[in-house]
């Protein structure tokens, strides 16, 4: 498939996507987030594709949903479409992905653009990223999860006045915050973000499906339906072959050889 407003790579086991419409921040207008939400279903489809970087530019990762398209919609218009989940977009694309995806963010994650690399797995900054939910300054509030991700990410009182007063935080504060798993310099982004995703890739891969969803029960249910969950699905890996190839290995010294399934 050809896109406009995305690139998308495909190498060792990881698909890289790249928010790439660069003279408008990558404002992100119903074409990017359609083009993004039909990649990530069809990565996400493919068994050779292990792990999945989501990335942008140098300057900006994304600065939000694009305003000028937005300005003109009526409340009606956004109930309909079920702003910003419109038809079959990014934002359902990203929930329901059982493929690993790593947000690799470099300058600003605004609006939007915050909310998508929250919504993602876990967060790579470089020491230039900066984060934050200014919505509120052009008076709206976030849609996409701001509210809602950044508060069981940072705790109440940052996400409070970041949404409030439209602050941002910088990769350090972010860091110290628990938003975003760790930082990079700008210049090693990218090559960082696909080791991490390698890494991620030579693992087997229904396992890694399996602990993903398992660290997730732990942000949405009750700690003793969260234990009951991984207890499950621990004792499901040992129906893999490459759980029995993982220990095997490990016992004859020797780096596993795994087959994904
Ligand atoms: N939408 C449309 N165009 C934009 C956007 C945007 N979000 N951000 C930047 N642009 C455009 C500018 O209008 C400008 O265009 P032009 O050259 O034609 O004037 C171009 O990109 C370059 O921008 P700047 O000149 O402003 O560049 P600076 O380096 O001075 O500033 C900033 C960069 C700080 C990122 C600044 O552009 C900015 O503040 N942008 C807006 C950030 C914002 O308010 N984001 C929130 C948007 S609302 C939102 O995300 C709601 C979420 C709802 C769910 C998600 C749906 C997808």
């Known amino acids: 498939m050809s896109y406009e407003m995305i690139t998308v790579e495909i190498?060792?086991?990881?698909?890289?996507?790249t928010l790439n419409r660069p003279q408008v921040m990558n404002a992100l207008n119903v074409q990017l987030t359609s083009e993004l939400g039909d990649a990530l279903d069809a990565l996400d489809r493919d068994a050779q594709v292990?792990?999945?970087?989501?990335?942008g530019g140098d300057k900006v990762f994304a600065a939000g949903a694009d305003i000028k398209e937005m300005k003109d919609q009526?409340?009606?218009?956004m109930y309909y479409s079920d702003f910003p989940y419109v038809k079959r977009d990014c934002w359902r694309a990203i929930d329901e992905a059982r493929t690993p995806i790593i947000a690799a963010v470099a300058g600003f994650a605004l609006g939007?653009?915050?909310?998508?690399?929250?919504?993602?797995d876990f967060i790579i900054a470089a020491d230039t990223a900066k984060f934050g939910q200014p919505e509120i300054s052009i008076g709206t509030m976030?849609?996409?999860g701001g509210t809602q991700r950044l508060t069981k990410a940072v705790g109440k009182a940052k996400a409070m006045?970041?949404?409030?007063?439209?602050r941002m935080m910088d990769a350090e504060e972010a860091e110290r915050s628990g938003l975003?798993?760790?930082?990079?310099?700008?210049?090693?982004?990218?090559?960082?973000a696909f080791k991490t995703a390698s890494k991620i890739a030579s693992n087997s891969r229904p396992v890694v499906m399996m602990v993903k969803e398992a660290v997730n029960m732990a942000v949405d249910a009750d700690l003793s339906d969260g234990l009951k969950f991984e207890r499950r699905t621990f004792e499901s890996t040992f129906a893999?072959?490459?759980?029995k190839e993982g220990m095997d290995a490990f016992a004859e010294k020797r780096k596993p050889v795994f087959k994904h399934k």
């Open 11 to 17: 190498e060792s086991g990881v698909g890289t996507v």
């Open 50 to 55: 292990r792990c999945i970087v989501l990335t």
């Open 74 to 77: 009526a409340f009606i218009d």
């Open 112 to 120: 939007g653009g915050c909310e998508m690399a929250m919504a993602c």
């Open 142 to 144: 976030p849609g996409a």
């Open 161 to 166: 006045e970041m949404c409030l007063t439209g």
């Open 180 to 192: 975003v798993a760790r930082i990079v310099s700008a210049e090693e982004l990218k090559a960082q």
């Open 240 to 243: 893999f072959e490459d759980c």
